[in-house]
């Protein structure tokens, strides 16, 4: 694919997103992100009667063209494709950045991966509540983990913004 497409593709994602919005009776929301730049996203997940398939994701968020874009592309890809929670969990964030366009986001892997990351964080949370809910274990809230500069869980948001007001 040539740049020229690979860009009207980002720009036309941003400007008319994909899933977008808050998803009512997810069984997951998590924020996701990102304190180089100050993108934040949300994703909502609800997981099928079989534990494995998504029966349900959206997103909400602000941030750069890029991180936006990346967010509907990759939310549009799983819906389309009725992927499984643990096929999303093995997507790579290189096949991510080559399928948006490397030239295009190379300076900007992370707002690049953002909804990746959020999305798979998604899933490991809504897997281990599961798991934990089975045990009769209850479900413990930390603070955000951070993963290779991105923030992901209660806090993201916040942690996004605190280097942007430096």
């Not at 036309?12 to 990102?34: C, F, I, S, W």
């Not at 509907?72 to 997507?91: I, R």
């Not at 030239?103 to 990746?116: E, N």
Request: proline share 4%; charged share 25%.
């Amino acid at each position: 694919m040539d740049r020229q497409l690979q860009i009207q593709i980002l720009l036309d994602h941003y400007q008319k997103p994909r899933h977008r919005g808050t998803l009512e009776d997810a069984d997951v929301a998590m924020p996701g992100g990102n304190p180089g730049c100050g993108d934040v996203v949300t994703v909502y997940l609800k997981g099928a009667e079989d534990h494995e398939h998504i029966a349900g994701v959206s997103y909400e968020g602000e941030g750069c063209t890029i991180s936006m874009a990346a967010s509907s592309m990759l939310l549009e890809q799983v819906v389309e494709g009725d992927l499984t929670m643990d096929k999303v969990l093995e997507f790579d964030y290189n096949e991510m950045i080559d399928q948006l366009g490397r030239q295009i986001v190379a300076s900007r892997p992370r707002c690049a991966t953002l909804g990746l990351g959020t999305l798979k964080h998604a899933i490991w949370k809504y897997q281990r509540d599961r798991r934990l809910d089975e045990a009769g274990v209850s479900r413990p809230e930390g603070p955000p983990s951070d993963e290779g500069g991105l923030v992901f869980g209660e806090g993201a948001a916040e942690a996004a913004h605190k280097d942007q007001s430096v």
